[in-house]
């Protein structure tokens, strides 16, 4: 007989601590032995289709400095805009696509990504949702991580259309949103706070 479980309590939470990036990145924090390579440090391997970009940016606080003890992850689709996820309900996912990829910031909060651009994907009432990369930021002081989204700004057409980032537009602050890119190289800056504050999910 299956064991109800409404009667328990959610855990309370609490902030990641100063040494986040040790535990989740231990061969980046130099402490070797414990894994052969830290998770998500490829998100695609050898073989992938689509268009291999770098998306690079810092994690800033609202002072405007560097948060150099924060763990930067990512999700995507593939370039066919399927996702490789045991919850995906479409097939043919590329299987060198991971769609995952996880980085400790450097001391000038910096992360660098080697991927690929993702197509668009179904928005859940219709139609499509823009392509972009999902973000997750976790670091001392950030009690729930802090979720957000990068687009290209050489999606313009597809953006507009994007029903996160209308909503984001609503109060000016889809820009916050949007990653530059130049040849393969896509810059997405994070403010965690202050007047660029970068637009975070409630999911």
């Not at 910031?105 to 668009?120: H, L, Q, S, Y």
């Not at 979720?147 to 050489?154: A, E, G, N, P």
Request: with cysteine.
């Amino acid at each position: 007989m299956v064991t109800r479980l409404d009667y328990l309590k959610e855990t309370p939470s609490q902030t990641a601590g100063p040494y986040v990036h040790i535990g989740m990145t231990p061969n980046w924090s130099g402490i070797s032995g414990v894994i052969p390579e830290d998770l998500g440090s490829q998100v695609v391997t050898d073989g992938v289709k689509g268009e291999r970009i770098t998306v690079a940016g810092r994690v800033v606080d609202g002072g405007g400095n560097p948060v150099s003890d924060c763990v930067v992850e990512i999700w995507q689709a593939d370039a066919g805009g399927i996702y490789n996820s045991p919850a995906e309900h479409r097939t043919g996912a590329d299987p060198h696509c991971i769609g995952w990829g996880r980085q400790a910031a450097d001391e000038n909060g910096r992360f660098v990504f080697d991927t690929i651009k993702p197509g668009a994907v179904p928005a859940p009432n219709g139609g499509f949702m823009a392509p972009h990369i999902t973000f997750w930021i976790v670091a001392r002081g950030i009690n729930i991580g802090l979720q957000t989204r990068m687009y290209f700004s050489d999606e313009a057409d597809a953006n507009r259309k994007d029903p996160i980032l209308a909503k984001a537009r609503m109060i000016g602050r889809d820009g916050t949103m949007i990653g530059q890119r130049e040849g393969d190289s896509v810059t997405f800056d994070i403010y965690l706070q202050g007047e660029n504050e970068t637009v975070f999910l409630d999911i």
